[in-house]
């Protein structure tokens, strides 16, 4: 399946962060897209790039959100899960677009690896198979 693909993703916690894409990375390359990369600070960040991204019409098919937000002593934990999670959400339906939310969520570091290893639940590369999923979904329903 040919697919152009915007991979967003936070680099608040690098390792992770390399492990999520490394996984992603894998899965986009083996389906021939067309990968852009761009890096933001933190999972608040990514929906802003997405709308960017659509409000440029720069013609991705899908979008793949990459981050980890680990819990700390506050509730800004509570703020970027939700919040990253509905902004994403909001975009994926009220504008019909293909995401593959590979944001993972975690009590600590241990759950982080658990979920960012491509030896273990490669959360990034579920995320792209994700959105190719939803991409030739997308396609399928036009015809």
Not at 10 to 32: C, H, M, P, T
Not at 47 to 63: C, N, Q, R, S, T
Request: net charge neutral; with cysteine; aromatic share 6%.
């Amino acid at each position: 399946m040919s697919a152009k693909i915007l991979v967003i993703e936070a680099r608040f916690y690098d390792k992770i962060s390399d492990a999520l894409l490394e996984g992603a990375l894998e899965v986009l390359q083996n389906a021939r897209a067309s990968i852009t990369k761009v890096t933001v600070p933190g999972a608040l960040e990514i929906p802003h790039v997405i709308a960017y991204a659509e409000a440029a019409k720069a013609g991705y098919d899908g979008y793949v959100a990459l981050g980890c937000v680990i819990r700390g002593e506050t509730t800004h934990y509570d703020y970027v899960c939700q919040e990253s999670a509905r902004a994403i959400m909001d975009l994926a339906v009220n504008q019909q677009l293909a995401i593959g939310n590979g944001i993972i969520t975690v009590e600590n570091e241990d759950q982080a690896w658990a979920r960012a290893s491509k030896d273990k639940k490669d959360k990034g590369g579920f995320a792209a198979n994700a959105v190719l999923q939803m991409i030739r979904i997308r396609r399928e329903l036009s015809k």
